[in-house]
């Protein structure tokens, strides 16, 4: 399985002003940077109805589907996937080896505005986990073995 690098405070700052600037500029219900385990790493939006657990865990299952499709035509990655429904739609960017961006928003909103706006966060966003990886090459959290009852893995203090 893929890990994250160790995020500290300052990664998730940006992690939650990139999400805030998207959902601001394509006005998004939801956005969430998940592992392609299918755990949430970060989550914003106005929409907490959402249950992004739940939708983190099948969007990894739909982007893994989509990568297995790809395989089977000889295209070697589709980037993301788009999926349109009456009042909500979801798009679903690959960031980089271990995580996606999803992105949800209401039907009215044209997909290429959210696919523009979504492509800078995803520069942004990966950008930022490699800025964590070359802090700590040695180190990364795989959130698919996490002991939920203990997550100190996640959470540890900054050196001085």
């Known amino acids: 399985m893929f890990t994250l690098p160790q995020l500290i405070e300052e990664d998730i700052q940006l992690l939650d002003g990139a999400l805030n600037e998207l959902i601001a500029k394509c006005e998004a219900s939801l956005a969430l940077v998940i592992d392609k385990g299918g755990f949430v790493v970060n989550r914003r939006g106005p929409n907490e109805q959402i249950d992004g657990t739940t939708l983190a865990a099948l969007a990894a299952a739909s982007f893994?589907?989509?990568?297995?499709?790809?395989?089977?035509?000889?295209?070697?990655?589709?980037?993301?996937?788009?999926?349109?429904?009456?009042?909500?739609?979801?798009?679903?960017?690959?960031?980089n080896e271990p995580c996606l961006l999803v992105v949800i928003f209401e039907t009215h909103i044209s997909v290429g505005v959210v696919r523009y706006y979504a492509a800078t966060t995803v520069r942004q966003i990966d950008d930022q986990l490699h800025r964590a990886q070359d802090r700590s090459?040695?180190?990364g959290v795989d959130l698919s073995i996490l002991n939920l009852a203990d997550p100190s893995i996640v959470f540890k203090r900054l050196r001085a």
């Open 64 to 95: 893994a589907t989509t990568q297995a499709i790809a395989n089977l035509i000889n295209e070697p990655d589709f980037s993301s996937i788009y999926q349109q429904g009456e009042k909500s739609s979801m798009l679903v960017s690959n960031i």
């Open 137 to 139: 090459p040695e180190t």
